[in-house]
């Protein structure tokens, strides 16, 4: 074989490979980095939906101390988004969402509240509700890891 042919083929896949090499990781950049932020993506949409649950439940736990009613209509906006919060999240954010909204419930039906009386249940830790909701969106969260911040 002539050795100017074979430096020659040997030089073009040279290149070859080096190219493919280079597209290969480039590819993998690409999407290992898109994966990130799909994640982040996730993250962010998952802690905005847990937000508006926090929220809604809170505004809607302190007026059900202070009043006694049967009209649903405030309890409903809660109610879509524990609906929102079952499309996304794992069993056990579902179901601290879903005992939450009972102890709201729960709260419209008994007596209101005197002020005195919400001191005493806060001395003996009966005002947070929400703390099993807490603990398990945390947890959930924890799974969607923060991107760290762009170098360089």
Excluded at 55 to 69: M, P, T, V
Excluded at 81 to 90: D, F, K
Aim: with cysteine; charged share 25%; glycine share 6%.
């Amino acid at each position: 074989m002539n050795p100017a042919l074979l430096s020659a083929l040997a030089a073009l896949a040279g290149a070859l490979i080096g190219g493919l090499a280079s597209l290969g990781s480039s590819w993998l950049t690409q999407s290992i980095q898109q994966q990130a932020r799909n994640r982040e993506h996730d993250r962010a949409r998952r802690e905005a939906l847990f937000t508006d649950f926090i929220n809604e439940a809170s505004r809607l736990y302190g007026d059900a101390l202070s009043h006694e009613k049967d009209d649903v209509r405030d309890i409903i906006q809660l109610y879509a988004i524990v609906g929102r919060i079952r499309l996304i999240s794992c069993e056990r954010v579902v179901t601290s969402a879903e005992k939450t909204m009972d102890s709201i419930v729960d709260t419209y039906l008994a007596p209101n509240k005197a002020l005195h009386e919400l001191r005493a249940m806060m001395v003996e830790g009966e005002m947070d509700f929400l703390a099993e909701f807490s603990e398990a969106a945390r947890y959930e969260l924890d799974a969607f890891p923060r991107m760290p911040p762009p170098t360089g």
